[in-house]
């Protein structure tokens, strides 16, 4: 690992970079606050100590979705470790990395952090595993694909209706960092419009509309490579630590570095390097190879883990699918006694008929059965299929050790059953 070092900005750049601030150089490229927009432009007016995408910041951090990024899965589920990331910080990380650039690029910061801050927060439990899965339930009942991408965005613009600037919102939409490019230019002249028909054909094309996506800002597209640069190390790390992978995998690289603090920097001074004063964001192509080849190597060393798949596939999706149907046909019932009205529903609809004059259960039933789930944590699901389904073969259970967990008791074709060392845990759904 020594062959790889710090890279530092090239001398003749920081002197220039050093040089602009002095004379208090302006980005012209960088999103000016007066142009953002919001839905209604009326309300929600930016003033002195509450800049506009300041606001947006503080409307997501309050929103109720914001705590759950704490118990909310970023890749292991199986690993109740407190030091394993969870989606909570993943979305700090995003957030200090792309500031960190956007501050050298001389770019809008209130408006980097909202997006890093809010890209995240639809995620299903149990990270892509639980997405895929939900996905596959929502497409089969109704030709429409689920992308947390699109609920993250769905939840701040539609869900809790709190006025988000499109340039937020847009943002948010466009992050998807499963899908790396060498380089970002964003698609200036964005309206409302092209953000609502943006919107509804990822619901109807799914991935093949998602990778069409492009930000609106030059900020959107930091966020996006960060939220690549955040994780790519971090998984690393954490796979060590939950026995995954051997602490000194030698993974390929030619300029990045293999483990997180050299990926961070390298890749935060080759964009920097190769993006100051342009409308664009790009990589040297050295850098992007190296960044190619990093996540491909995490998707089969890592990502797909035989033993991780085998518990998400033979135990978390069969959960998925009782949990999603008898929610589907507790509303179908209109059986108001039931957790997903007193859960979900009651409070979500009685907040839109209150402020903005809307029926939730005018939404599409499976529609309210996606955003209830997309809205648990890993430790909620558990409980509430536990609930549900207290007789189920299919459980995920918590025993009281000392020690620090790996996954014990494999599940078995009889025993579906998984067993996670914690220091001590309870949870009760009433």
Known sequence: MS?????????????????????HWINPYAFKDEMAVRRNNDIDKANLWRPVFVRDVEKIMHLPYYNRYADKTQVFSFKNNDDITRRAQHV???????????????????????????????????????????????????????????????VLDTIFVRNFTMQTLDGVLCHNGEFEQQGYKPKY??????YDTEIESCYTEGIEAIKKLIPSTLEGCVVRICDIIA?????????????????????????????NAKIINNLTVDIIEHSYGKDYISLSDNAFKDLSMA????????????????????IIKPMFEDIYYKLLDDIEKNDEDSIIFKHHINPIGDALRKYHSIDYLSEENNQIVVDYIASMTDDYFIALHKFLFPE????????????????????????PRLVINDNSFGFSIN
């Open 3 to 23: 062959d790889i070092k710090y890279n530092r900005i090239d001398e003749d750049l920081q002197q220039k970079i050093i040089s602009n601030r002095e004379s």
């Open 92 to 154: 700090q990380l995003v957030s200090r990395i792309a500031r960190n650039i956007g501050s050298v690029l001389g770019l809008n910061l209130d408006l980097i952090e909202a997006i890093a801050l809010g890209h995240d927060i639809g995620h299903t439990p149990f990270g892509h595993a639980g997405e895929r899965f939900l996905s596959e339930l929502y497409h089969n009942e109704t030709n429409r694909y689920f992308n947390h991408n699109v609920h993250s965005a769905r």
């Open 189 to 194: 002249e964005k309206s409302f419009d092209d």
């Open 231 to 259: 994780y790519l190390g971090k998984d690393r790390q954490d796979a060590a630590l939950a026995g995954i992978i051997d602490p000194d995998y030698e993974f390929t690289t030619k300029l990045i570095g293999r483990e």
């Open 295 to 314: 996540k491909k190597e995490n998707t089969e060393v890592i990502y797909k883990d035989k033993n991780i798949n085998n518990q998400y596939n033979s």
């Open 392 to 415: 189920s073969k299919y459980s995920v259970e918590y025993e009281f050790l000392t020690i620090l967990s790996s996954c014990t008791a494999p599940p078995t074709k009889d025993n």
